[in-house]
T-cell receptor, first 118, second 114 residues
Framework: GAVVSQHPSWVICKSGTSVKIECRSLDFQATTMFWYRQFPKQSLMLMATSNEGSKATYEQGVEKDKFLINHASLTLSTLTVTSAHPEDSSFYIC??????????????FGPGTRLTVL | AQSVSQHNHHVILSEAASLELGCNYSYGGTVNLFWYVQYPGQHLQLLLKYFSGDPLVKGIKGFEAEFIKSKFSFNLRKPSVQWSDTAEYFCAVNGRRGGNKLTFGTGTQLKVEL
């Protein structure tokens, strides 16, 4: 199946700094990617939809100025957590649909990025 | 808005026991349904999916799930589990009008003991 990578796999930062997380589709093009957040022992919560060449679409309650998303190319989306605080500590996962033209098609998930804000 | 409920949060089974994990969803239209699995230290992988047709779908590693529209359910089953099935299992729903956006259940942690 298609492969999605994330970098870094884990990051520790100080409160107030910004952290960038990359999501790449390695062997296919992704005009759309999704960013999720997973709290310990909880489900994945969709944060935003990243669209290549246009603005991201954020889910209700997600601060777009806090979580900046840039879909720079057909294989790369980045999530920047700005002015990170300890409550932003979480597991961030991205995914990309194998066939964005087929609504509801299988999504391929990255391995996730563990963010810890001190 | 769509939502997904998984009632079993933790399940412990012995090898060769049968498995059934419950999943119920709420959505006012036609849905696509998925089960994803996350093995320890690995990323989410698709087990099986239902789009249309036969409501009994078969996935990888001997798993199957049955879509019962009247009950808004999509329960996951396996007749005989193995130790290697120890993982977290997520049911997910995609409303046809929502594009590719997935709503996940809270997950079920399955532990299979030897």
């Amino acid at each position: 199946g298609a492969v999605v990578s994330q970098h870094p796999s884990w990051v520790i930062c100080k409160s107030g700094t910004s952290v960038k997380i990359e999501c790449r589709s390695l062997d296919f093009q992704a005009t759309t990617m999704f960013w999720y957040r997973q709290f310990p022992k909880q489900s994945l919560m969709l944060m935003a939809t990243s669209n290549e060449g246009s603005k991201a679409t954020y889910e209700q309650g997600v601060e777009k100025d806090k979580f900046l998303i840039n879909h720079a190319s057909l294989t790369l989306s980045t999530l920047t957590v700005t002015s990170a605080h300890p409550e932003d500590s979480s597991f961030y996962i991205c995914s990309a649909p194998g066939n964005p033209g087929l609504a509801g098609d299988e999504q391929f998930f990255g391995p996730g990025t563990r963010l810890t804000v001190l | 808005a769509q939502s997904v409920s998984q009632h079993n949060h933790h399940v412990i089974l012995s090898e060769a026991a049968s498995l059934e994990l419950g999943c119920n969803y709420s959505y006012g239209g036609t849905v696509n349904l998925f089960w994803y699995v996350q093995y320890p230290g690995q990323h989410l992988q698709l087990l099986l999916k239902y789009f249309s047709g036969d409501p009994l779908v078969k996935g990888i590693k001997g798993f199957e799930a049955e879509f019962i529209k009247s009950k808004f359910s999509f329960n996951l089953r396996k007749p005989s589990v193995q130790w290697s099935d120890t993982a977290e299992y997520f049911c997910a729903v995609n409303g046809r009008r929502g594009g590719n956006k997935l709503t996940f259940g809270t997950g079920t942690q399955l532990k299979v003991e030897l």
